[in-house]
């Protein structure tokens, strides 16, 4: 099993920044990618970025130019980092890995979330 924890999320005004962390743990053999995505309330969860473990990155185009996916690969580690928040960006962010446990097992595991309002 692998367990992840995001950090970082709470109340910002529009324009503000905000840095998204998110750790992975547990039994893992290799991760392939990570990922942020976030689901407002009435709508469907949707991706905001991904990162592979070769660095490459993905980006919706609603945050492209504003958000910056990173990650630490030697401590399994993603981080979001959000500026020129806007009051659309408010959602429930979710941190996801596709990581595999075993040379030949592998899955998709999801974080709790953690709640970012973009208000004044």
């Known amino acids: 099993q692998v367990q992840l924890v995001e950090s970082g999320g709470g109340l910002v005004q529009p324009g503000g920044s905000l840095r998204l962390s998110c750790a992975a743990s547990?039994?893992?053999?290799?991760?392939?990618?990570m990922g942020w995505y976030r689901q407002a309330p009435g709508a469907e969860r949707e991706l905001v970025a991904t990162?592979?473990?070769?660095?490459?990155?993905n980006y919706d185009d609603a945050v492209k130019g504003r958000f910056t996916i990173s990650r630490d690969n030697a401590k399994n580690m993603v981080y979001l980092e959000m500026n020129s928040l806007k009051p659309e960006d408010t959602a429930v962010y979710y941190c996801n890995t596709y990581a595999y446990t075993s040379t030949t097992r592998w899955d998709v595991w999801w974080g709790p979330g953690t709640q970012v309002t973009v208000s004044s």
């Open positions: 547990g039994s893992i053999f290799r991760i392939v990618a």
């Open positions: 990162v592979n473990a070769g660095g490459a990155t």
